[in-house]
């Protein structure tokens, strides 16, 4: 059974710059979500997906932030002109429809510079 | 004030022992319960998830939800080293949000 996958683990960028973000969910969830952590925090929901159509948005979730699930498999999270306050963990999580339990990935660590 | 608080700890016990970890919450509408433990530079792993009041029990790991008091608990026995790492509380309810309110982590660290 594969996980939900996350890709880059680490990424280093310097602040102003662009980066982005690949999840690929478990193969048969349709719902997947973004989350950001923080040191000592827990996870802090951004935005989720059912297939392809974006249902819900987080005030935390700046128009610097992008969102897409193309086709309704993998998701890609863009980060426009980053700022030194946008330094987290990014973390993808995939479900069944439903009041199902989200299963997390190992996350992409941001640093920026 | 947060809607789900958690105590950040550390938590410190000797291996073997029973160990309690538990978080309030202020929304009457979070129907379901989680619990993730999280290791150092790792995503959050699912451990327990139960709905609405009662007991779930999951080999050495049992969850306990009183949504009378808002509190929910959860209890690990016969504790190992490897049981060290983050342990987050998280409910969602059933409102139509998908997003996870998540506790802010209690760190246990159970000595050899």
């Known amino acids: 059974d594969t996980g939900v996958s996350q890709n880059p683990r680490h990424k280093i960028t310097k602040r102003g710059q662009n980066v982005t973000f690949r999840c690929d969910p478990i193969?048969?969830?349709?719902?997947l979500y973004w989350y950001r952590q923080t040191l000592g925090q827990g996870p802090e929901f951004l935005t989720y997906?059912?297939?392809?159509?974006?249902?819900?948005k987080s005030r935390l979730l700046s128009d610097r932030f992008s969102a897409e699930r193309p086709k309704g498999s993998f998701s890609t999270l863009e980060i426009q002109r980053t700022e030194q306050g946008d330094s987290a963990m990014y973390l993808c999580?995939?479900?069944?429809?439903?009041?199902?339990?989200?299963?997390f990935g190992d996350g992409t660590r941001l640093s920026i510079l | 004030q947060k809607e789900v608080e958690q105590d950040p700890g550390p938590l410190s016990v000797p291996e073997g022992a029973i160990v309690s970890l538990n978080c309030t919450y202020s929304?009457?509408?979070?129907?379901?319960f989680m619990w993730y433990r999280q290791y150092s530079r790792k995503g959050p792993e699912l451990l327990m998830y139960?709905?609405?009041?009662g007991n779930k029990e999951d080999g050495r790991f049992t969850a306990q939800v009183d949504k009378s008091s808002k509190y929910i608990s959860l209890f690990i026995r016969d504790s190992q080293p490897s049981d060290s790492a983050t342990y987050l509380c998280?409910?969602?309810?059933?409102?139509?949000?998908?997003?996870?309110?998540f506790g802010s982590g209690t760190r246990l660290q159970v000595q050899p």
């Open positions: 929304n009457s509408a979070f129907q379901y």
């Open positions: 999580a995939s479900s069944l429809t439903g009041p199902q339990p989200q299963h």
């Open positions: 998280a409910m969602i309810g059933d409102t139509g949000r998908r997003a996870l309110t």
């Open positions: 997906f059912q297939n392809e159509a974006q249902l819900e």
């Open positions: 193969s048969e969830h349709n719902r």
């Open positions: 139960t709905y609405s009041s």
